[in-house]
Nanobody, 134 residues
Framework: QVQLVESGGGSVQPGGSLRLSCATS????????VGWFRQYPGKEREGVAS???????DYADSVKDRFTISQDNSKNTLYLQINGLKPEDTAMYYC????????????????????????????WGQGTQVTVSS
């Protein structure tokens, strides 16, 4: 069974940094695309960063140059490095894994492209809160 557990959230001042972690289990890393999403109270979840099984990445325009997604497959852990935090980054952050959506085949192997659409992800963590204020 696929499981994802986030950690690393907290309260930071504007301009600070955080590294969110997502411990994953129950699947092989190249079978699912992975991603980070955030959700403001009363709003839909929005994608901020994703890695495809071809190791390509995609970022929301609002976070490019400040957010970096990475994964350590030997540790089954997904990361989101957040620099230059702004008050508008305050949200609940979720990691997710999924197989729906855009893909391509090369030879006999199926590759899943990164995605920022929540509809392309079936498995979700419980979330970790990030609060940015002075």
């Amino acid at each position: 069974q696929v499981q994802l557990v986030e950690s690393g959230g907290g309260s930071v001042q504007p301009g600070g940094s955080l590294r969110l972690s997502c411990a994953t289990s129950g699947y092989t890393y190249n079978d699912y695309r992975v991603g980070w999403f955030r959700q403001y109270p009363g709003k839909e979840r929005e994608g901020v960063a994703s890695i495809g099984t071809d190791d390509s990445t995609d970022y929301a325009d609002s976070v490019k140059d400040r957010f970096t997604i990475s994964q350590d497959n030997s540790k089954n852990t997904l990361y989101l490095q957040i620099n230059g935090l702004k008050p508008e980054d305050t949200a609940m952050y979720y990691c997710a894994a999924g197989r729906r959506g855009k893909h391509f085949t090369y030879g006999e192997r199926l590759y899943l492209l990164p995605s920022l659409s929540p509809d392309d992800f079936q498995f979700w963590g419980q979330g970790t809160q990030v609060t940015v204020s002075s």
